[in-house]
């Protein structure tokens, strides 16, 4: 009898909101801020301490990803290879909606690549990201605007959802 009152009222709780807006407060909201200021201080770095070198394409393969909302069921990924500073080699991988749009896949060109020298995997092709302070603030704003508001969202969802229960 306990266990059918049990689920009946987690049913009930479910029904009204209470369980999404517990989930929005208790889970989400803390991931998605962390990710947000891990985010930040590796974009912060980037912009002040980054060191940039010369990367070359060495590997572009199609219908690596698919997006089906753009039609697009092909995508395509590239891999490009850089010598760090200190002489050790890194590599770095992105996609694309296709091959052309790889940076500098039609023209057999080199990119620069931006890495920190203190921490190697923190790297970005040169123009991918925040290149000043004032982009990144305006960002990081926003971003916490929107993080702000999701999370009353969840605390509004969760009271109603125990008032009307």
């Given amino acids: ?3 059918r009152t049990y689920f ?9 909101g209470v369980i999404a807006g517990l989930s929005g407060i208790l889970l989400i909201v803390p991931v ?5 200021c891990k985010s930040y201080e590796q974009e912060l770095a980037l912009i002040d301490d980054a060191k940039v070198v010369h990367a ?10 698919a997006d089906p909302r753009a039609g697009d069921v092909n995508g395509a990924s590239g891999t490009y290879r ?13 996609s694309a909606d296709s091959l052309d749009e790889l940076p500098c896949y039609a023209d057999n060109a080199v990119v620069e690549v931006e890495y920190l020298p203190e921490n190697p995997m923190v790297a970005r092709i040169k123009g991918d990201g925040n290149q000043n302070i004032s982009d990144l603030k305006f960002w990081t704003v926003f971003k ?3 993080l702000s508001l999701f ?6 969802l969760t009271v109603s959802g125990l008032r009307n229960g």
């Fill in 144 to 146: 916490g605007v929107l």
């Fill in 56 to 65: 070359e394409l060495v590997n572009a393969s199609a219908g690596g990803s």
């Fill in 82 to 94: 850089y010598t760090m500073l200190d002489g050790k080699e890194g590599t770095i991988s992105i």
């Fill in 151 to 156: 999370f009353l969202m969840s605390v509004a």
């Fill in 1 to 3: 009898m306990r266990i």
């Fill in 32 to 36: 998605l801020g962390f990710m947000m």
């Fill in 8 to 16: 009946s009222r987690l049913n009930d709780y479910s029904r009204n």
